[in-house]
């Protein structure tokens, strides 16, 4: 189980994000949100770029976004360095994230993922840790992409 999360969601999400915060306290998870709170309209990698930037720089243990479709927040968060995010639909998705790919972003679809369905899937993310061994060299290769430099 992480220590601390960072949440945050966009308008599509911010429901949702509500929801979720009893599901994380009813786990044990420790959280921060970090916005936005209310469903007026906002710009998802603002958000996601919160979260993204504070897990990086290890303030937190992970991070967890919603957003409508899971997927926009998802190529915001994976733009910072040292960020590996996940779009997950179900539990075996979320937990194969975290044991295979070391992901420490989860990014979650509010309008096409009933509510029963996103609680199952936070609880396998949390549940879940990385596997290491041959996913080890896979995840270090990622982490060469994020070195190269194409200039």
């Known amino acids: 189980m992480p220590k601390k999360i960072a949440l945050a969601a966009d308008h599509a999400g911010f ?4 929801k979720l915060k009893a599901t994380l306290i009813e786990i044990g998870v420790e959280f921060d949100d970090m916005g936005t709170f209310s469903g ?3 710009d998802y990698p603002d958000y996601a770029r919160k979260v993204a930037e504070a897990v990086a ?3 937190y243990d992970q991070g967890l976004l919603v957003c409508g479709s899971g997927t926009g927040m998802a190529i915001a968060a994976n733009k910072v360095k040292g960020v590996r995010a996940a779009v997950a639909w179900n539990e075996e998705i979320a937990r194969l994230a975290r044991q295979h790919n ?6 979650l ?3 096409y993922t009933p509510d029963d369905e996103i ?3 936070v609880r396998a993310w949390f549940d879940a840790d ?6 080890e060299r896979r995840v270090e290769k990622m ?3 994020e070195k190269d430099d194409l200039n």
């Open 15 to 18: 429901e949702e994000k509500e």
């Open 40 to 42: 007026d309209s906002v």
């Open 57 to 59: 720089r290890g303030e």
């Open 102 to 107: 070391n992901a420490n972003v989860l990014s």
């Open 109 to 111: 679809a509010a309008r």
């Open 119 to 121: 609680k199952k899937i």
């Open 130 to 135: 990385f596997e290491g061994g041959r996913h």
């Open 143 to 145: 982490t060469e992409i």
